[in-house]
């Protein structure tokens, strides 16, 4: 049975002698008198069990809430839940012998709270399962986390945690969750066949990629690292994994052809690394792709072939633009076939090496198209579909203003190119809810009308 209690008070005192503080609002003492007495050894936790009450002697009028959950099988405690996520009673520590009396424990979360570290006897809740302690002030994981050989999920993120012990004898871990630490060094072996989840973001991990144990994987979480070298080929086996991101890493080489065997993948973001090459074959399961802000070079052809959300290029040495952009069923080997992008998002290729001679877009279904600070000379022969957001500024457009036809547009950016025509006046049919239209340092002296009739036009 799951029970809540909350107690209204400041102090109060038990036959154990512990005092709740009133200075830091903790209500410490009492975790310490469930702890202490046990279940086996305390009528009035059996009645808890059971959704009795606990009896406490208020000594000031002044309340703060405490929260917990609690589960029983029989007279042991299975089940202890003391996330504070809506009370100022922060637990300042775990008691000392929460290990030798609630030994069989399974379940045990205390997010949320002031917990400084790990007293010695937790290494005696042998039959964890699920251990919790994210956003707390734990500086250390002590060696003996190791004993815990049953544990499924460890979440001890978001402390303050600097090293990391060997989690080889945690062969049943499932979840794995240390983001936001400070931890420092290399990322050891994990022994387990189990494990699905691993998140190790906005720490400073460094050296190789974690390889080993994850082949159950389905989300790894790396960003904001120091990992560095190559992606593993190995990473082309793990056949369950959809989301893989390792951005703000050192990442160097190439993309490892192995990743099209990842059929299941569905967000893979590499930003902010140091990784080169052309980009490989992708399996056509994936619906987010983000380079950007690497040294990727080479063409774009056969991304057009996956049904892709949103793909993310900017800041890359890429140059080639592809030859065809419309063949039927994209059947050629270097078409690309904007009907595999019927519900994208988000295109974003600025800041590259595009060669264009003038641009031309036979139709595009996207609602925020960039294509700034490339090598677009020229005119706009055709740009067309249902593009919202337009960006083309930084480039070495001439002409052809006038051959945007996606009449939902809302910002257009064309400044900073050569462009010598302007709007025209029918700008209102072509544009009727333009909100934003840049056009400044082009050569448009006397260029623009003195009224044009875009009645949400909010800049110009």
Known sequence: MIFILLLNILSCYFT????????????????????????????DLDKFCDGGEWNCTVAKNISIVFQF???????????????????????????DDIGNTLTSLTYLSMNENSIGSLPESVSNLTNLQYLSLNTNEISSIPEFISNLTNLQY??????YIYTLPSLEKLTRLNQLILNDNLIYGTFGVLNTANLTF?????NYFYGSLPSVGLLSVNHIHLDNNNFEGAIPKQYGLFSNLIYLYIRKNSLIGSLPSELIQLNQLRVLDLSDNNLSGSISDLPKSLRTLSLG?????????NIGKIPLASLILTNNSISKWP????????????????????????????INKFNITNLFIPYI?????????????????????????????????THGLNNIFSPNIIELDISNNNLFDGPTLSFDEQFPDMRSLILSKNHLEDQIPDKLNLPYLREL
């Open 16 to 43: 154990t002698g512990f005092i709740i503080d009133s200075t830091t609002s903790s209500i410490l003492d009492t975790f310490c008198v469930l702890v202490k007495q046990g279940v086996n050894s305390n009528p």
């Open 323 to 350: 030859d065809k952009w419309w063949c039927e069923n994209g059947s050629l080997p270097d078409c690309f076939n904007f009907n595999n992008w019927q519900y994208i998002n988000l295109i974003d290729l600025s």
């Open 293 to 301: 802000n690497n040294n990727i070079s080479g063409d774009i052809s």
């Open 69 to 95: 959950e609690m589960e029983c099988d029989g007279n042991d405690v299975i089940l202890l839940n003391m996330d504070d996520y809506n009370s100022n009673s922060a637990i300042l520590y775990l008691p």
């Open 154 to 159: 460890l979440d001890i993120s978001v402390n």
């Open 365 to 397: 279904n996207v609602p925020v198209l960039d294509l700034s600070s490339n090598r677009i000379w020229g005119q706009i022969e055709r740009i067309s579909g249902t593009v919202l957001l337009l960006y083309l500024t930084n480039n070495t457009i």
């Open 198 to 202: 691993l998140e190790l973001s906005n």
